[in-house]
């Protein structure tokens, strides 16, 4: 089934620690994201990628990194875990205009105690 | 600074009735705006946009209605059902038609009860 893949599904996480959230995609989608969602404030981009070889930095970047080797997979790393990125975290890809709207995988759920 | 704000955690409706969902936004640069749908444990899902160049866009039961100069867009629902029951998300994007990016408000919880 074409979609997008997130792993894992979800995490609990010691604070100090490293950890790379996964997303692959087989629609060859041009432009990817990262988002996260929190209560009361939504979905906030943390970091985009509009094709292969290329990054940008969204809303909320710190303590993130991503990288887009290939078309198909966007990994975002935390290098050191804080508690205030527990969150629920989304990759999305799109295929042209963001007016098409983005494909949404189903979230990796990641606690930082 | 929250540039797309759903002022509205929730909405609860019978089944058969309207749901209006509203969403407001400061950025007059925003062009394009997307209404998406998120079930428990599930990504969010595209539902409907509108361009700013237009004041209405319907599919279905589903309608979008965009009042540029009060800055606010709002979603109607007719009839509710109650698979409609999700967190809906208004986005904006400036540069609809490139590779932009959307900013999300905070998600309006809709139930709709039998």
């Known amino acids: 089934i074409a979609g997008i893949t997130q792993a894992p599904t979800s995490q609990i996480l010691a604070a100090g620690r490293r950890m790379t959230l996964r997303c692959t995609q087989d629609?060859?989608?041009?432009?990817m994201y990262w988002y996260r969602q929190d209560l009361g404030l939504g979905l906030r981009l943390i970091h985009y990628?509009?094709?292969?070889?290329?990054?940008g930095k969204g809303e909320v970047p710190d303590g993130y990194s991503v990288s887009r080797a290939n078309t198909d997979d966007f990994p975002l790393t935390l290098a050191s875990a804080v508690p205030s990125q527990t969150s629920v975290y989304f990759c999305a890809s799109s295929d042209g205009p963001a007016s098409y709207g983005y494909t949404f995988g189903s979230g990796t759920r990641l606690t930082v105690v | 600074d929250q540039q797309v704000k759903q002022n509205s955690p929730s909405l609860s409706v019978q089944e058969g009735r309207i749901s209006i969902l509203n969403c407001d936004y400061t950025n007059s640069m925003f062009d394009y705006f997307l209404w998406y749908k998120k079930y428990p444990a599930e990504g969010p899902t595209f539902l409907i946009s509108i361009s700013s160049i237009k004041d209405k866009n319907e599919d279905g039961r589903f309608t979008v209605f965009l009042n540029k100069s009060a800055k606010h867009l709002s979603l109607h629902i007719v009839p509710s059902q109650p698979g409609d029951s999700a967190v809906y998300f208004c986005a904006a994007i400036i540069g609809g038609t490139s590779y932009g990016k959307l900013t999300f408000g905070q998600g309006t919880i809709l139930t709709v009860h039998p």
């Open positions: 990628s509009n094709t292969a070889g290329t990054t």
């Open positions: 629609m060859r989608h041009n432009a």
